[in-house]
T-cell receptor, first 115, second 113 residues
Framework: DAGVIQSPRHEVTEMGQEVTLRCKPISGHDYLFWYRQTMMRGLELLIYFNNNVPIDDSGMPEDRFSAKMPNASFSTLKIQPSEPRDSAVYFC?????????????FGPGTRLLVL | AQSVTQLGSHVSVSEGALVLLRCNYSSSVPPYLFWYVQYPNQGLQLLLKYTSAATLVKGINGFEAEFKKSETSFHLTKPSAHMSDAAEYFCAVSRGGYQKVTFGTGTKLQVIP
């Protein structure tokens, strides 16, 4: 398996622009997570899905952030409008159902810089 | 609520020396505990996890961790550090049965030749 795939790997944009981050989880995994990593705040869970349904979005910082999972093989995290304080590395992770459901498999991340 | 505290944001060891990374947890129920490793410019990768079976857990790359309920600790050790162990290590906790995982702030391990 190719693992969790994220695109783009790097994104540079200007304040006010819309940013869309994409994730393809590992096939057969029921859970998908979006995290944000910064030096100041560490690794923060933004939202997670189970079988394409959002379960907990309490970590989404504000209404400018939205996430969707239209099917089992694709998810997006959108920021509109973007702000410099959104600059961070955004990770997508997926997790299987069953005995190993606690183990999360992380993608390589998208490094976002908002100017 | 559940949380983990990692003592020391940076740890330096000499190549061949013992690696000890500290993690203390707080949980109102028996926890599931994890150690993840992050190499530069990569995502996190599971090293090992404790899910209420054996208290001494062996992971990949020669790492192991011991769950000590009396000390609420889950410290990560490796007998002999290798240059390739230089990375950032994250301790994490969940309630198990799929519940949200909470990560610590991370410890950067430097290995000195």
């Amino acid at each position: 398996d190719a693992g969790v795939i994220q695109s783009p790997r790097h994104e540079v944009t200007e304040m006010g622009q819309e940013v869309t981050l994409r994730c393809k989880p590992i096939s057969g995994h029921d859970y998908l997570f979006w995290y944000r990593q910064t030096m100041m705040r560490g690794l923060e869970l933004l939202i997670y899905f189970n079988n394409n349904v959002p379960i907990d979005d309490s970590g989404m910082p504000e209404d400018r952030f939205s996430a969707k999972m239209p099917n089992a093989s694709f998810s997006t995290l959108k920021i509109q409008p973007s702000e410099p304080r959104d600059s961070a590395v955004y990770f997508c992770a997926s997790s299987p159902h069953g005995d190993h459901q606690e183990t999360q498999y992380f993608g390589p991340g998208t490094r976002l810089l908002v100017l | 609520a559940q949380s983990v505290t990692q003592l020391g944001s940076h740890v330096s060891v000499s190549e061949g020396a013992l690696v000890l990374l500290r993690c203390n947890y707080s949980s109102s129920v028996p926890p599931y505990l994890f150690w993840y490793v992050q190499y530069p410019n990569q995502g996190l990768q599971l090293l090992l996890k404790y899910t209420s079976a054996a208290t001494l857990v062996k992971g990949i790359n020669g790492f192991e961790a011991e769950f000590k309920k009396s000390e609420t600790s889950f410290h990560l050790t490796k007998p002999s550090a290798h240059m390739s162990d230089a990375a950032e290590y994250f301790c994490a906790v969940s309630r198990g049965g799929y519940q949200k995982v909470t990560f610590g702030t991370g410890t950067k391990l430097q290995v000195i030749p």
